[in-house]
């Protein structure tokens, strides 16, 4: 089942460059996405067997990060249908500067599309350090030509800049696993197995100076893919020119990806006996993650950036909760979900807004809610969801990041924490209500009754932010008390 999960998507990638036909392309891409998350809700009811002599192995960890991608996707790709039926065969505009550009081709977008949901589940479902190093590039390279889509100098110069950044990154990544590796050698230079679970049963006996210099190093590595602060800044740029289906994925899988790889690396430290090492330094990324995320988005004058510097504050938050340990590692897990599911929603509704204003000014765009009745109403309700309002899902996480930081005795971080919390809710709430109030301008793309393949996708997000809130099942609240466990929290219950 778990080389099904990789190769179900791969070869529909390869089909999707050979198949005649736009309707034939797009089915594809939703029958793939939902055979490929019937697989992974198989992998629910029965965990999969090792492959590859254990390089493939589904752990807590894995298996959550698997499910939020794969169910965002099956999401996505519905929405994408609508999308590229719209815009698949137009000349897209350049409505701020006047000029007109030629969309790439649908096959190359599908194609990509595929590849990308093979190496996120590549990433989620290996052991192996090394090949969790090479699907996390594969990630980069696969996601590119999608955020260059529609191909205006922007989107042109947000892809280089992303392909740039996070290669520097995922270098720095590799000589931490390779640092690692030097902390496992044994003695006459024998290499090492680089499988998780071999290092940790090792762990002892590891090198604790090679082993804190490597995770420092898969830490900023993987940190720059995650969009942590002050390594962020890929990711305003690429969020913000990507096609929105294409944002709700970097935002909602992608960069939970990259967070893997730095739970990895906590894993092994904390079966060494290093974790409050690994802490410390989680903590200090994660409020400078939230602090940046909240000086940008305040004033912030383009809706799908401000949608991005949300994710570097909820990067943050996650790091800050895996760094506090306890309740919070839990609250840090649950956390990823609730974001992804929210932000994603985000997305797919700010595609609707530009879709209708044809700009992405948070100045220009007023009266969403009459000029697009239920993207409006999603958009102002977003608001809340993705600002860990109640009874939101995000509350829930949030809260629970703040009773492990009480819990710890730790006021001074609880108290940043809280402030900075506030001051984004601010920030964002200023904005986006704005921008559902009022009148529409001249010019606007009134649909008083928008397509279902536009609202339906967003709807459903939004349906499972609320159920988080209300409600966490009890299958999800053991696989995250697993996960938890994994990474080094501490007891913890729903």
Sequence with gaps: MLLLILVLPTVAGLAAFLVRGDRVRRGLLVGTAFGHLALVAGAWVRLPAPAWGGWLDLDAVGLLFLSVTSLLFAVASTYAVGYLEREGHHA?????????????????????????????????????????WVAVEATTLASAPLISFHRHHRSLEATWKYLLICSVGIALALLGTFFVGVAAARPGGESASMLL???????????????????????????????????HTWLPDAHAEAPSVASALLSGALLNCAFVGILRGQQLLGAAGLAPFGRGLLVV?????????????????????LLAYSSVEHMGIMALGVGLGGAA???????????????GMLFLVAGNLLAAYRTKSTAIVRGATRALPVSGVLWL???????????????????????????AGRWWVAAAYLGLLGAVFAGMGRIMVRM???????????????????????????????????????????LLGAAGQLVGGGPWRV
């Design 329 to 343: 590692t839990f609250g840090a897990l649950l956390h990823a979900v609730n974001h992804s599911v929210a932000k």
């Design 197 to 231: 679970s071999d290092l940790m049963a090792e762990a002892a006996v590891l090198q604790p100076g090679w082993l804190r210099a490597g995770f420092i190093l898969l830490l900023v590595g993987y940190g720059t893919k995650m969009g942590l602060a002050p390594l």
């Design 436 to 478: 559902a109030q009022g009148e529409p301008g001249e010019g606007v793309a009134v649909e008083p009754h928008e397509a279902w393949s536009a609202v339906m996708a967003p709807a459903v997000l939004l349906a499972l932010a609320l159920l988080l809130g209300l409600w966490v099942p009890r299958g999800l609240a053991e």
């Design 92 to 132: 897209h505009r350049d409505f701020e500067e006047g000029r007109v550009f030629s969309d790439a081709p649908e096959a190359r977008f599908v194609g990509c599309l595929l590849f990308f949901l093979a190496s996120m589940s590549l990433v989620t479902i290996t052991q192996h350090l090394g090949l969790l």
């Design 285 to 305: 990324l994660g409020l400078v993650s939230m602090t940046f995320g909240a000086v940008f988005v305040i004033r912030q004058a383009d809706f799908k950036r």
């Design 381 to 407: 309700v977003g608001l809340f969801a993705i600002t860990g309002s109640p009874p939101f899902g995000t509350f829930f996480s949030e809260f629970s990041i703040l009773k492990g930081a009480l819990d």
